[in-house]
């Protein structure tokens, strides 16, 4: 179990006794002939890819490169300064070249194996699958077929999870101003004092734990629902700050103040028991009259600041320095960032649900790429595929055009329209 544990999910176990075995060979015998093939057609799966080079050259050498004029992941700039990223909606930057930035930040750094980690997401099929590039719903474009971390500090995972979330919840908030017209809202802050050199995971057994038993108190069931967004950012005078939003409705004709100096109260006794004291800022608990609902739901997405109450900046996951990334990394393995209860308890929202449904979206097929293809191509161009697949200034018909153009240089082996079997 520790084994598969080490082992992060997506990433094909036979894959990683391939890389070990053949690092062992070569460390062992470096002049041995090179090993044979378990798989023919994995051998040499696309011949013409090869046909205008060197026999002989290192593998790595033979792959095509990426048209230097088509839109790429490493984008002019780059994401090498995090604080680029501080302020603004995590979906403003390309994905790819978001995840390029933190990568690399990581391996300057040396946490190689987080960058690895981190790195392993949406570069492999699932298995059986050809990648298809689809329709997406707004004018923009997704790729099916590929493993996907689904992690809360992905730069790629997070920022769709998120707007899928956003959707469903700005939806449900229709619903529950029609159903409880006199309800009150708050936006509470839960926060766990901190310093410099407490592990992150301890922060947050603590608040949540507090947070469990707090939702098993007679007072806390008369809330009608909530919603609990999670949040992490790291200073170097305090180290991580981990907490917690919580949008809470109560009935309209409950006793607001009672009730909020009542959980204050009770938080901060369980947090003490707990080995930790609660840190409350003005404006811990906020009111949210109805008209500013959309905006909270959106600042508890990751959606757009709160701007009327000055709660504006937010960070996103990735924005931590890489010591304190690779940490929370490490070990939230697991830990979820987002519920809802009530009122506002969704469907299919959780981390594993959205990625299920990842797969079934429907959408017209544009192209797709063979996976034996995909598989074959270096990891620097299956990077760059991604960022022209996802290149939101592209509408569709440009989209192929380029597509058509890298498909010339890569030697004819991407395919546009639907796969042929599909
Ligand atoms: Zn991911």
Known sequence: MARAKKEPSGFPRGLVGFCW????????????????????ERADPIPHLNANTAPGRPREERRPAWPADLPGSRLEGGLDNARNNVGAPPSRKPSMEVRRGVVGRLRDAGQEETANELRRCCLYPIPGTDIQIRKGEGGGRHATGLQHCGRHLCPICHPYHQSVRRKKIEARSVKVLEEHPNAQHFLLTFTARHHAGVRWIELRKALHAVARSLQQTRRWRITIGHVRSDETTWTTKNGHHYHQHWLVTLPGGVDAHEWLTWLQDYFETRLRQHGRTAEWKDGWARPVPSAELGNVLRYQTGGIGWELTGSASKAAPWDLPPRAFAEVWETSKGCRWWSTAGCWRLSGDTDEEIEAERERQPGEVLAYVPAVVWTYLSRDTREDIHALIYDRSLDDAAFLALW??????????????PPPTA
Not at 23 to 38: N, Q, Y
Not at 406 to 417: I, K, M, P, Y
């Open 404 to 417: 058509r153009r890298a498909n010339e240089t890569l030697g004819g082996v991407l395919g546009v329209g």
């Open 21 to 40: 075995s053949f690092a062992l060979t070569r460390e062992a015998t470096p002049t041995a002939p090179p090993r044979p093939a378990r798989n023919p």
